[in-house]
């Protein structure tokens, strides 16, 4: 059964606009920290929220680049530098922030938030994104997206 948001999330940044470029001290040539996040619009049922951070330009398909969950609803404002919930595996295979690091041209970067009807306590650090996609499967009522770009 697919997931159905009923409401969009609305996803902000202080440090890029939507489609805007992200700067150089939340990707792997600068200081490799996560950008702060501002999100608005969450519906009064969210219980938690999650983050997936991905590249769909990689060169070897889809590159996760950050997975957080459980971030309790009361953190609008995802800090720079932060870890705001349990974090999975990304791509690199590490529980953390793994910034834009193209090998080469631009590269879309998705900063996908998902409001959920539930917590995922019980779901291991060792997930990757597809283990967190399938454990929040029918458990999404809200969702946003904000694109930043980077190229080297």
Same mark, same amino acid.
């Given at each position: 059964?697919?997931?159905?948001? !009923?409401?969009?999330?609305?996803?902000? #940044? %202080?440090?890029? $606009?939507?489609?805007? %470029?992200?700067?150089?001290?939340? !990707?792997?040539?600068?200081?490799? +920290?996560?950008?702060?996040? $501002?999100?608005?619009?969450?519906?009064?049922? !969210? /219980?938690?929220?999650?983050?997936?951070?991905?590249?769909?330009?990689?060169?070897?398909?889809? %590159?996760?680049?950050?997975?957080?969950?459980?971030?309790?609803?009361?953190?609008? +404002?995802?800090?720079?530098?932060?870890?705001?919930? +349990?974090?999975?595996?990304? #791509?690199?295979?590490?529980? $953390?922030? %793994?910034?834009?690091?193209?090998? #080469?041209?631009?590269?879309?970067?998705?900063?996908?938030?998902?409001?959920?009807?539930? $917590?995922?306590? #019980?779901?291991?650090?060792?997930?990757?994104? /597809?283990?967190?996609?399938?454990?929040?499967?029918?458990? +999404?009522?809200?969702?946003?997206?904000?694109?930043?770009?980077?190229?080297?």
């Amino acid at each position: 059964m697919a997931t159905i948001a !009923t409401t969009t999330l609305t996803v902000k #940044s %202080f440090a890029f $606009k939507n489609n805007g %470029f992200i700067p150089v001290q939340y !990707t792997c040539d600068g200081a490799n +920290i996560n950008p702060d996040l $501002k999100i608005d619009d969450i519906p009064a049922n !969210t /219980k938690s929220l999650a983050i997936i951070v991905d590249d769909p330009d990689a060169p070897n398909g889809m %590159f996760c680049h950050w997975l957080v969950w459980d971030i309790p609803v009361k953190n609008n +404002i995802i800090t720079e530098k932060s870890v705001p919930g +349990i974090q999975g595996r990304n #791509s690199m295979h590490e529980n $953390k922030y %793994f910034g834009p690091c193209p090998p #080469s041209g631009i590269h879309h970067y998705h900063f996908r938030v998902y409001a959920l009807d539930t $917590k995922l306590s #019980s779901l291991s650090p060792n997930t990757n994104r /597809k283990g967190l996609l399938n454990a929040m499967e029918g458990h +999404i009522i809200s969702s946003g997206d904000l694109i930043g770009l980077y190229g080297r």
